[in-house]
């Protein structure tokens, strides 16, 4: 098992609301469907990625953020993680861009 990437789909507004990106009608289902990495929507460039790199599956969790606070903020919270994963394993990780 390989950690591949990590992602967020909101943050905090200045105005203390929470702003959820949305693609098309909107959801967390819809942004890992329909939301571009690798310069394509997902539902094309993952299958490619994992051919290319052999992967047969992916397994995928996500967190939800409840409390409208600085600490909770989708974005903090992606820092955060990003910082922990580079101190112990010395990058980034492989799909993250």
């Known amino acids: 098992n ?4 990590i992602g967020r789909s ?3 507004n200045a105005d203390g609301t929470m702003h959820i990106r949305q693609t098309g009608m909107g959801g967390i289902k819809d942004r890992l469907v329909n939301g ?3 310069g394509a ?3 094309h460039s993952w299958p490619r990625k994992m051919r290319e ?6 397994k995928i969790e996500w967190y939800i953020t409840h409390n409208k606070s ?3 903020c989708p974005k903090e919270v992606k820092n955060q993680l990003l910082t922990k994963y580079q101190q ?3 990058n980034t ?3 993250h861009s």
């Not at 390989?2 to 990437?5: A, F, G, S, Y």
């Not at 790199?53 to 992916?58: N, P, Q, V």
């Open 36 to 38: 571009k990495q690798f």
């Open 10 to 12: 909101g943050e905090i």
């Open 2 to 5: 390989e950690l591949i990437d």
């Open 88 to 90: 112990i394993m010395g």
């Open 93 to 95: 990780p492989h799909w």
């Open 53 to 58: 790199e052999g992967i047969k599956s992916l």
């Open 41 to 43: 929507p997902r539902h």
């Open 70 to 72: 600085f600490a909770d």
